[in-house]
């Protein structure tokens, strides 16, 4: 019984912190969804409507969530074929420098995101260091386009998110018991085909956390698109920003949250049943 | 060490009565943008009238009217805020009249301060700065200097992708109207569809959007010409003589920032007393010099060195001729229509 209690006691703040910062403002902001906006911008509460969410459901709108979502796809990719090597390599590195190795990982994170974003900018603008050594010893003659377009807001995500990526894949190596992976060789199979057939399913789990997180992350980010796209791409994030923010339309704001927000709750309970299964099959092994 | 419990419990019932008791000492809560007063504001004003000045800031007109229409105005006296969103707020009833006999330095503006279409007389708002929005061009590196908006919206190929425009939604959209001689306040969907195909085949000679770093990027030589306020564009002349400023020849909008009193202040004599100072010609003369917009404050301009006139001419710009320009008005239930084509450009490949 006093194990119980304790457990409840132990929860309340957490729980407290949820409910009263993350769970009641979701309830309000959905509530928005079916109401109008007033003609000078609040909320109409006299004329209750659907409006918002068929809106919500315009090609215009789905577009954007497509295009949010190939681009938080694309840098998960480059995120998980980063990430994951670099967790193997600490993971397998000699446990005295596993720390210091994890804490760089980590170190980006000890600088603002907005001064990191800029200094993606000062690197990449058309007379930026970059363009300005290779212009200078003669590579080009033109400055190279690295910036305000696509493949600078996926370099951008990926740059600012990799590092989830490797800690999580990394607690999944440092889970995986040993003796599976001497079992294998000792059973015969080459370095690849256990990576292959052993380590990669285990740390699948790792995988998909990381993964989620990246897309998750990046789905909803409007700094890096503004700054590293040069406002060009609008993604999901932007949308919604705007529509709070420059419209001042908060129950189509809302209703385009709300539809973000339920698919990013798809794909964790995907995962979360993705990893369940992941272990399952581990303890019947 | 046994007094400390004590101590600190005194200290925190003698913060709790300053803090909480108006009646020992008048307060006043004011929010502004960063920078765009001067920093010594708080004790000037304390100095001259014995009334505490607290300052709060805001980075965008969005931002502020959130926090204003979530709270009712509640906790702010005085608000900085451009003439769409002061005429908004005015609408939903969360601004004070303004009580010109209380306000003696309204004697310092220009009679066409008076005039502005978005609140005729200076019922609810009294100018702070106002100005143009146009092209501003590195002038020793564009082939023609340019005239019009379309050389914006349909680049020469020496500025293909060297250009940038305003972010902002209802200037981003001006540009448009402006070069086809609509109202810069339009919703009709004509309208709103010819503009919106011009910029979604300007973007695609767009190094970017941009209405921060803007004049940043014409210094470093990134962009040769983009869409700037005018007081934006004297930064960057500041860092690069070589940078002029053009109104196309189709025109510009007006903008005016303003001040409002809100209908929640538990003190608009304070408030009223802080607007008078506000106007006052020393005040004036640090907006002309420091934030290098134009002030519709009259006392201030002439108080102001004439040679920054002619350093940056579009400050020497007159009142009349500002006047002319179409104000930028709060679109009202024409918003929907609105954002939609502002994300159907911003969604375009």
């Given at each position: 019984m006093n194990s119980r209690y304790a457990t409840w006691l132990l929860m309340l703040p957490g729980l407290l912190w949820l409910g009263l910062l993350l769970v009641v403002p979701c309830l309000l902001v959905f509530a928005l969804i079916f109401f109008e906006r007033g003609?000078?911008?609040?909320?109409?509460?006299q004329a209750p409507t659907f409006e918002n969410v068929t809106r919500a459901f315009d090609p215009l709108y789905l577009a954007i969530f497509l295009d949010s979502g190939i681009i938080a796809g694309i840098a998960t990719l480059i995120a998980l074929l980063v990430g994951y090597p670099a967790a193997y390599a600490i993971a397998k590195s000699p446990a005295s420098r596993q720390t210091a190795l994890l804490f760089l990982a980590i170190?980006?994170?000890?600088?603002n995101y907005l001064i990191r974003t800029y200094a993606w900018i000062v690197l990449l603008n058309p007379v930026g260091l970059i363009n300005s050594l290779l212009m200078g010893l003669g590579l080009r003659s033109q400055p190279l386009?690295?910036?305000?377009?696509k493949p600078a807001v996926v370099l951008g995500l990926v740059y600012s998110y990799t590092p989830f990526v490797i800690l999580a894949i990394y607690s999944a190596l440092q889970r995986l018991d040993p003796s599976y992976g001497e079992a294998s060789r000792d059973l015969g199979a080459s370095a690849f085909q256990t990576f292959l057939r052993i380590t990669l399913p285990l740390t699948a789990p790792g995988v998909a956390a990381g993964g989620v997180f990246v897309f998750v992350l990046s789905i909803g980010n409007f700094v890096t698109p503004d700054l590293l796209g040069g406002g060009k791409f609008q993604m999901v994030g932007n949308l919604i920003y705007d529509q709070f923010?420059?419209?001042?339309?908060w129950p189509f704001g809302a209703a385009l949250s709300a539809l973000l927000i339920g698919l990013m709750m798809l794909l964790l309970f995907a995962q979360a049943i993705a990893s369940l299964r992941a272990r399952g099959d581990h303890a019947r092994a | 060490m046994k007094f400390k419990p004590l101590l600190s419990l005194a200290a925190a019932a003698l913060m709790f009565t300053a803090g909480w008791s108006p009646a020992f000492a008048e307060k006043l809560v004011i929010s502004n943008w960063d920078?765009?007063?001067?920093?010594d504001m708080a004790e000037k004003f304390k100095a001259a009238t014995g009334i505490d000045l607290e300052i709060a800031v805001h980075a965008t007109n969005e931002e502020i009217m959130g926090k204003v229409t979530a709270s009712g105005?509640?906790?702010?006296?005085v608000l900085f805020v451009s003439s769409p969103f002061a005429e908004a707020l005015n609408n939903l009833g969360l601004l004070a009249p303004i009580d010109h006999a209380k306000i003696?330095?309204?004697?310092?503006?220009?009679?066409?301060?008076?005039?502005?279409?978005?609140?005729p007389g200076n019922a609810f708002s009294v100018p702070y700065t106002w100005g143009t929005t146009g092209l501003c061009y590195r002038s020793d590196l564009v082939k023609s200097a340019p005239t019009s908006w379309n050389d914006l919206l349909t680049p020469a190929d020496d500025l293909k992708g060297k250009i940038t425009m305003l972010s902002t939604d209802r200037w981003l959209m001006a540009a448009g109207f402006l070069a086809d001689g609509l109202?810069?306040?339009?919703?009709d969907q004509a309208d709103l569809d010819k503009v919106r195909d011009q910029l979604i085949s300007a973007k695609r000679n767009l190094l970017a959007y941009d209405d921060t770093t803007f004049y940043s990027k014409l210094v470093s030589g990134e962009a040769l010409m983009v869409q700037a306020w005018d007081g934006w564009c004297n930064y960057g002349i500041t860092d690069q003589p070589q940078i002029k400023y053009v109104i196309p020849k189709e025109g510009s909008d007006l903008w005016a920032d303003t001040m409002v009193i809100t209908?929640?202040?538990?003190n608009p004599e304070a408030a009223a007393k802080f607007i008078d100072f506000v106007l006052n010609a020393d005040n004036g003369k640090w907006v002309v010099e420091n934030i290098m917009y134009k002030s519709p404050n009259k006392a201030g301009m002439e108080a102001v060195d004439k040679s920054l006139f002619e350093k940056y001419?579009?400050?020497?710009?007159?009142p009349a001729e500002l006047l002319k320009y179409e104000q930028l008005r709060?679109?009202?239930?024409g918003m929907k229509a609105f954002s939609k084509t502002v994300s159907e450009v911003m969604a375009a490949k």
């Open positions: 003609i000078y911008g609040g909320i109409d509460w170190l980006p994170f000890w600088t386009a690295l910036l305000y377009n923010l420059s419209a001042r339309d | 920078g765009y007063m001067p920093k105005g509640e906790g702010y006296d003696p330095n309204l004697a310092n503006l220009y009679p066409e301060a008076n005039e502005l279409k978005h609140d109202s810069v306040n339009t919703t209908k929640a202040s538990k001419p579009n400050m020497a710009i007159t709060d679109l009202g239930n």
